[in-house]
């Protein structure tokens, strides 16, 4: 849309060519919704430097900007959030986790409500993540064999769980996600074993043919694949090449944040990007610190998710464009600022750090207010992402996020090589 405001007001259209051209972008968007589509995924503008992009993406439970982040609601709620409020901060889609919806409440009784949208009385878009990080997660719980995982369950009535491509299809389909993953052979980053990594590569190829098969809703729900090949440049670009022969409307990057170093992450992201369509959205599985959200916007990603705003949160922790402020700290103690003097949000216009100090980490409603600011943080962010992007300022706004966040200019080298790789020098 950016673009197009931009050339209505570069060629100066008289009254009737503008009305002329409203009545095309209204018949567009009537044309696309009688030939609906479960995904539409239209690049608004890019910048000219970096492999940065802002795009509109089209789901069935409505449209979702990018670069986007995700926030991770496992069971399908957002701790100390209701739904409800979730919409009203503006939050377009949501992640919850398949491993354990399918432990409890189940499919059967996720079918008998409708899904997962009404199950929970969440309006706008779900992802869906495969179980298969539970791999790593569950690591002395799991055994992975050709035929799928087989988990001792969490919930201990229930024993043993054998978690394969097409279960994990069928409880996502029975969830009703926007967005669902193909369950993929995940190996920990940290892992040096070249052949058992190369062996989950070709694994995920058949693990997703399997998922491909098995899915019920194509015209409702989206695959994505998951390139995987741990640090390995090699089994990257041959994990990246075998999915895109398939017939997917998106792709996702997964096996990293799993403690590998900085200096490995950013090239890996790097790469997959390049190796993945233009045209098509690029989710990095499980990154939620604010400066990777702008060092991988600058290499090409979309889709975000992680736990840690929320997380942090619990732990009395709040997220500011300096760092974070750990509010359990003394020195917070009498002091009467907001969190944030520049957020909008109702914890910072109501209450201030003092007060905030005195309830986090004992009292629920802490849990509430700082989830919620940190959430704002997050969407305040991505938007000045996007902004700057469709505005033709990118590498201007990571240069001035950068040195606020390290105003004595000692950058971490990742962040300077990386922005470096994509034609943004910092200050």
């Known amino acids: 849309m950016c673009r197009l405001l931009t050339l209505v007001q570069k060629v100066n259209l008289s009254f009737h060519n503008k009305f002329v051209l409203n009545i095309h972008i ?19 503008a890019e910048c000219p430097n970096s492999k940065a992009r802002t795009s509109k993406m089209i789901l069935p439970h409505g449209e ?5 982040f995700m926030p991770v609601g496992t069971q399908g709620t957002l701790k100390g959030m209701l739904p ?42 779900l992802l869906t993540d495969s179980g298969g990080f539970q791999m790593v997660s569950l690591l002395k719980l799991a055994e992975i064999t050709e ?10 009535e229930k024993g043993e769980v054998m978690l394969t491509p097409e279960h994990s299809i069928e409880i996502q389909n029975a969830i ?10 995940v190996v920990q980053t940290t892992v040096p074993d070249k052949k058992r990594i190369s062996l989950s590569v070709e694994r995920t190829t058949r693990w997703l043919d399997r998922c491909l098969k098995a899915h019920k809703n194509p015209k409702t729900q989206n695959i994505f694949p998951i390139v995987q090949g741990t640090l390995y440049e090699d089994l990257r670009r041959i994990s990246a090449n075998d999915l895109i022969q398939r017939t997917v ?20 992201v790097h790469i997959c990007t390049d190796l993945l369509p233009k045209d098509k959205p690029r989710y990095l599985m499980g990154v939620g610190f ?64 003092a007060y905030l100090h005195g309830i986090v980490t004992e009292l ?26 469709c505005e033709q300022r990118f590498p201007e706004f990571v240069r001035e996020f950068v040195i606020t966040l390290f105003p004595d200019k000692n950058y971490p080298s990742w962040v300077r090589d990386a922005l470096k790789a994509v034609n943004i020098e910092l200050l």
Not at 64 to 68: K, L, N, Q, S
Not at 252 to 260: F, Y
Not at 305 to 329: E, H, I, S, W, Y
Request: aromatic share 8%; hydrophobic share 40%.
């Open 26 to 44: 209204k018949y567009i968007s009537i044309n696309m919704t009688e030939n609906a589509k479960p995904l539409i995924f239209n690049v608004i």
């Open 64 to 68: 979702v900007d990018t670069p986007v």
């Open 84 to 125: 409800e409020q979730l919409e009203s901060l503006g939050i377009q889609i949501l992640l919850a986790n398949t491993y354990h919806l399918g432990t409890k409440p189940g499919p059967d009784i996720l079918k008998k409500a409708g899904g997962l949208h009404k199950f929970m009385n969440w309006n706008r878009n």
């Open 147 to 156: 035929e799928g995982v087989k988990f001792q369950s969490l919930n201990k």
């Open 176 to 185: 009703g996600a926007d967005i669902i993953m193909q369950l993929d052979d």
């Open 249 to 268: 409307n998106g792709y996702a990057i997964g096996g990293l944040s799993g403690g590998e170093s900085k200096d490995d992450f950013w090239k890996i």
């Open 290 to 353: 604010a400066i990777d959200l702008v060092v991988c916007s600058a290499l090409g990603v979309d889709m975000f998710d992680c736990v840690f705003p929320t997380r942090t949160a619990r732990f009395g922790c709040a997220l500011t464009m300096t760092g974070q402020l750990n509010l359990k700290k003394a020195q917070y103690e009498k002091d009467l600022q907001p969190i944030d003097k520049d957020c909008t949000c109702n914890t910072c216009k109501n209450y201030t750090r």
């Open 364 to 389: 629920p409603v802490a849990c509430h207010l700082l989830t919620e600011h940190n959430l704002a943080f997050q969407l305040r962010l991505m938007k000045n992402i996007r902004d700057s992007i």
